[in-house]
């Protein structure tokens, strides 16, 4: 079975900083890496996707992510944020079981942007 | 526009009533899914549909049911059986062969009281 752990439930950062949010994962197939982000009262909207290749990916709003396979990570960064990042941040993966797809969500972390 | 339509956006209920939450697409996506969000928990799928006429539970499939009788249609009812219906519900499909990324809708509250 395949499972997310986000490190960080809640991450405070000033504006123009920059910011890490941790996903580790464990999964005993091939995994498929996403980020997704909710903003208030909304649904999830997608960052970025790893599904192979190179292990940097690049997303939406300046965001991008490394796959790393030993550490079985795939942190999410940005060199600086923005007041308009304040969100939720879920991490998630998909595992292909019997051709079906089950997508399995962190607990999501919750990015604070303070002026 | 394409997208994903949920309603209501909030949903009021008497404990003991059964609620029907909508979910209707216009992407021509095959798979459809639902999603449970609770605070500090992230999402939990309830059930998920990866043709017409077809669905399999879940983690949490236990005080729910699904139809899906037309491809852009994916109602969830919550029964009387769920012990803890009181969330955020989130609709989400997705087209082609996975492995394939979510598109959600704008979910629906519930509350029951």
């Known amino acids: 079975a395949q499972s997310v752990t986000q490190l960080d439930s809640q991450v405070p950062v000033f504006e123009e900083a920059p910011v890490e949010l941790r996903c580790n994962y464990s999964s005993s197939v091939s995994v498929y890496l996403f980020w997704y982000v909710q903003y208030p009262n909304q649904g999830l909207q997608l960052l970025l996707k790893y599904l192979s290749g190179s292990t940097l990916v690049k997303g939406i709003n300046g965001f991008e992510a490394e796959f790393n396979k030993s550490q079985t990570s795939f942190h999410l960064r940005k060199p600086s944020v923005h007041i308009s990042d304040t969100a939720e941040y879920f991490c998630a993966v998909s595992a292909i079981i019997q051709g079906a797809q089950k997508l399995v969500f962190g607990q999501g972390t919750r990015l604070t942007i303070n002026p | 526009d394409g997208g994903i339509t949920q309603s209501p956006k909030y949903l009021f209920r008497k404990e003991g009533q059964n609620v029907t939450l909508s979910c209707e697409q216009n992407l021509n996506h095959d798979a459809m899914y639902w999603y449970r969000q609770d605070p500090g928990q992230g999402l939990r799928l309830i059930y998920y549909s990866q043709i017409v006429n077809d669905f399999q539970k879940g983690d949490i499939a236990e005080g729910y049911s699904v139809s899906r009788e037309k491809k852009e249609s994916f109602p969830l009812t919550v029964t009387s059986a769920q012990k803890n219906p009181t969330a955020f519900y989130l609709c989400?499909?997705?087209?082609?062969?996975?492995?394939?990324?979510?598109?959600f809708g704008n979910g629906t509250r519930l509350t029951v009281t």
């Open positions: 989400a499909s997705s087209i082609g062969a996975p492995p394939r990324a979510l598109h």
